[in-house]
């Protein structure tokens, strides 16, 4: 399987935390399922050559913030370009409240219309991830070049940051705001109230520090990540993911694949990475 990921153009840094690609090759098995996890983030998703059989061989769509886990059945063989966004792109690609859509998702042409299939069609018939990735740069950029991000978007980055692991209260005194006001200027942000919100922050932190080895036992990496015992972490883990940690933890270990050292410059200049299965938003087994 070959995977890479490729840091967006600084124009789009502040809407994009990442595009990576993912295509199956001769020398290698595909994966059978796919199993998706809670995420904060939302990711646009064109499928060029097959890919999850829940969908047609090629699709494009935008798979919002979710709290949800899912399995998918994956084709013989997979072609994918993701587009990682950060949580406030959902008000600035399509102005209106995330939290209306979140555990959504909506095909990409039903969104932008004819120019959302004009794109997909473009990236379809793309000879290359760097082509593929320039179309959808230009596309993002046209679309957001007007808008102007929520100030209360400060303190999601804040809860980002921190792993969930910050003072909601505190913010929401620095904000200015009233309770009521702050928590819905965040729900229309990110899709969820400041605490839930923390809460998958904090279960994402989890996996991050697991793809980069930073944890000697079970244990000590709920700790790490500020679960009050091993039970609150086992519990909330399950509620995310759909399965016990043990069922996630027990995968090869993952070297050199960490999700959030992305590569430096062009994106020609990306480097093929050891695929393990592991997404920033689920894993394929």
């Given at each position: 399987m070959n995977y890479q990921i490729f840091t967006p153009p600084e124009q789009l840094r502040d809407l994009v935390q990442c595009f990576w690609m993912l295509e199956s090759d001769e020398n290698s098995a595909?994966?059978?399922?796919y199993f998706l996890m809670a995420d904060s983030c939302p990711e646009i998703i064109f499928q060029y050559n097959e890919g999850f059989q829940a969908y047609?061989?090629?699709s494009a769509r935008i798979r919002f913030q979710h709290s949800i886990s899912d399995k998918f059945v994956v084709g013989k063989k997979v072609g994918f370009l993701g587009v990682r966004l950060y949580p406030h792109a959902v008000n600035q690609l399509l102005n209106m409240p995330a939290n209306e859509v979140i555990n959504h998702v909506f095909d990409f042409s039903d969104l932008f219309r004819q120019e959302g299939k004009d794109l997909a069609d473009q990236v379809?018939?793309?000879?290359?991830?760097?082509?593929?990735?320039?179309?959808v740069s230009d596309y993002l950029t046209k679309k957001t070049a007007s808008q102007k991000s929520d100030p209360v978007k400060y303190f999601v980055d804040q809860v980002i940051a921190g792993k969930g692991s910050v003072d909601i209260q505190a913010m929401q005194r620095e904000s200015g705001l009233s309770v009521k006001q702050f928590e819905r200027r965040f729900k229309a942000i990110t899709g969820f109230p400041p605490k839930y919100f923390a809460r998958i922050a904090r279960f994402q932190s989890v996996k991050d520090s697991y793809v980069l080895g930073r944890f000697t036992s079970m244990t000590n990496l709920a700790y790490a990540c500020n679960y009050y015992d091993q039970s609150h972490f086992n519990r909330e883990f399950k509620e995310f993911s759909g399965v016990q940690p043990l069922q996630y933890f027990k995968r090869p270990e993952p070297e050199n694949n960490s999700f959030s050292k992305f590569s430096d410059g062009h994106p020609s200049a990306a480097k093929q990475r050891e695929f393990n299965g592991y997404l920033p938003c689920g894993w394929f087994v």
């Open positions: 595909v994966p059978e399922n047609s061989a090629q379809y018939s793309a000879a290359s991830t760097t082509e593929r990735i320039a179309r």
